[in-house]
């Protein structure tokens, strides 16, 4: 069986993994990260692409050598190149990787001096008192590593999948279930339909006849690896991923209810059916009973108004005071994608973006946008080729020479200025000066106090030319925490000084996160949604950064990029 497109990432994101633990150049690492996202991503299966004897360099950020080795692990359902490198390093020294301060020089430096191959080995040591005879690690690190390692087993290594890695395979389940013979609709419901940041698994609901084949068809989905389930109403399986997916086939009369209590949350579920209670209802995924009558069952809003609620959106669902607020009428109208006017963070091939400036704003402009800001990394950041003056000044002139080009966008000047450790900006505040927008980030110096962090970035902010802060927390899904910060404090302080916070919408970053986002709201601070794109198909990924602000339960006029253009460009002058 052809290898699917999640099974091009997964390779492609080991061979990143290996080479940036033997030190590899970073600009092939990234181009495997970067492929292994686009793949990933991409609308139709690779194998396909392969079969219809299409060149596969027509995908985004892919050339002949990429093509060639995909080509490879679809007829082969191997890489050679990877074997190669797991010949020379151990393939669970990838795991070591998803330590918090744990990056591929210091997992090299375990396996060289230590011999460590796997957690249980980095426990030991680190148990041993071994890590701290190690140049550039000490004891604090090694008290580091110890407590991060116990919080994972307490966590119980979650096997998560990040939103982006769920959807192609939901979406092709759905596509596959909907070809069954009758089937009327087929839904994710769950987290998936909730939009957490990560999902458990995937838990579909089919609508459609008793007698339907689709449990079957279910059950011969060609990425199945393992059946763990089989009966008339309910199936589930294990996909090739791992990824666990449970389809129900439900009536129609009861495909509300249905729908309702598998899309959750479990504690949203549990005081809607108490508000039912105390009515003298019963609720089930069946419908709500009154004696022995079904009162409501056919759709989810029938069920809410049989307890006297508004309709809940399902990012809202985490009984988290949206009963209380669908009680009394005062539900958020939730921002949409549509509300959105443009995008405040992008990069771009001067430094570690892969198109023009003018591709980015011709992509902007197919999604009819209204602006898009350019804001490639500052020099500090040597692996993304950080712009100096000098070539951000050529940007710029650039920008403007694309602008003359494109009507209906506006390309505004940025920069992702790097925050240095006391707090300073990596470009002078002349030159930073010249520009529309800046947001300012961090990437170095994650390990600092709490106060210092915080110190450092209130600093950052007490320059005037400060915008927006951008991925506040540093974390990264499953493999990096956030940085220890009061974030309180910089949200406050941002407020003050007319700074923003971002939303990251990257998949893997989703910072602030919803329970951050939702805090950010009650003090009175916006934010700006935005992709931190790297390719002008990245534009897209923004859905992503919505659905948080939506589960952080953001209206239009809490996201400072749903502005037109002139009332933006007010907002960015402090
Ligand atoms: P996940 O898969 O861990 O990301 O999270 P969910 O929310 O998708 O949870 P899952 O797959 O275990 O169950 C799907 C939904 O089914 C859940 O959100 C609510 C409903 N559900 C599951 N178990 C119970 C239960 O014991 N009581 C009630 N009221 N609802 C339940
Ligand atoms: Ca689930
Ligand atoms: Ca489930
Ligand atoms: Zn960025």
């Not at 939730?334 to 980015?360: C, F, K």
């Not at 804001?375 to 080729?385: I, K, N, P, Y």
């Amino acid at each position: 069986m052809a290898a699917s497109n999640s099974d091009i990432a997964r390779i492609f994101d080991e061979v990143a993994d290996l080479l940036e633990i033997e030190g590899a150049n970073p600009f092939r690492v990234r181009a495997y990260r970067n492929a292994a996202q686009t793949v990933a991503s991409l609308g139709e299966a690779v194998a396909g692409m392969v079969a219809a004897g299409r060149d596969l360099t027509e995908i985004p950020g892919v050339g002949q050598d990429l093509a060639g080795k995909m080509v490879a692990i679809v007829e082969t359902g191997k890489l050679p190149l990877l074997a190669e490198l797991a010949g020379r390093t151990p393939r669970t020294l990838e795991g070591l990787l998803a330590v918090p301060g744990l990056g591929p020089k210091r997992v090299a430096a375990l396996h060289k001096a230590l011999g460590i191959t796997d957690l249980e080995g980095l426990r030991q040591a680190a148990a041993a008192g071994k890590l701290q005879t190690l140049p550039g690690f000490g004891a604090k690190a090694e008290a580091n590593i110890l407590a991060a390692l116990d919080r994972k087993s307490k966590s119980g290594d979650t096997g998560r999948f990040t939103l982006a890695q769920a959807e192609p395979q939901a979406e092709a389940l759905c596509a596959h279930l909907a070809r069954s013979a009758g089937v009327e609709r087929v839904v994710v419901a769950g987290s998936y339909r909730r939009r957490r940041e990560t999902v458990g698994d995937l838990d579909l609901l089919v609508t459609g006849a008793a007698d339907s084949p689709v449990l079957q068809d279910f059950t011969r989905f060609p990425d199945v690896r393992q059946v763990t389930a089989k009966g008339p109403t309910r199936a589930a399986v294990i996909l090739r991923t791992g990824l666990q997916v449970d389809a129900r086939l439900v009536p129609r009369e009861s495909c509300g209810a249905a729908l309702h209590y598998f899309t959750g949350s479990k504690a949203h579920n549990l005081a809607v059916r108490n508000l039912g209670i105390a009515k003298g209802f019963k609720v089930n995924e069946y419908g709500v009973f009154r004696g022995e009558d079904r009162i409501a069952g056919r759709t989810e809003e029938e069920i809410y108004a049989c307890m006297g609620l508004g309709y809940v959106e399902p990012e809202l669902r985490e009984n988290r005071g949206e009963i209380e607020a669908a009680r009394a009428g005062t539900l958020p109208a939730l921002v949409r994608v549509a509300d959105i006017r443009g995008d405040l963070h992008a990069h771009t091939n001067y430094t570690d973006g892969r198109d023009s400036p003018r591709e980015m704003g011709l992509a902007a402009r197919a999604r009819g946008y209204e602006y898009l800001a350019i804001t490639d990394h500052s020099r500090r950041l040597a692996v993304a080729r950080g712009l100096t003056e000098e070539r951000l000044l050529a940007q710029l002139d650039d920008i403007d020479a694309a602008n003359d080009g494109l009507d209906g966008v506006t390309l505004l000047k940025g920069i992702e200025c790097d925050i240095l450790e006391d707090g300073s900006l990596d470009l002078p505040d002349a030159v930073l000066a010249r520009l529309d927008i800046r947001v300012c980030s961090i990437h170095s110096h994650f390990g600092l106090s709490r106060d210092r962090q915080t110190e450092r970035l209130l600093r950052a902010m007490d320059n005037p030319l400060v915008n927006i802060l951008a991925h506040p927390t540093g974390r990264l899904i499953g493999k990096r925490e956030p940085y220890d910060v009061d974030l309180d404090r910089v949200m406050e302080g941002a407020r003050e000084r007319g700074c923003f916070l971002e939303i990251n919408a990257q998949p893997d970053r989703l910072d602030l996160d919803d329970v951050r986002a939702r805090r950010a709201k009650e003090l009175g601070l916006r934010l700006a949604i935005s992709t931190d794109a790297h390719a002008a198909g990245q534009l897209g990924l923004l859905r992503f950064g919505v659905d948080q602000a939506r589960r952080g339960w953001l209206e239009a006029s809490d996201v400072v990029n749903t502005l037109g253009l002139a009332a933006l460009r007010r907002l960015l002058r402090r």
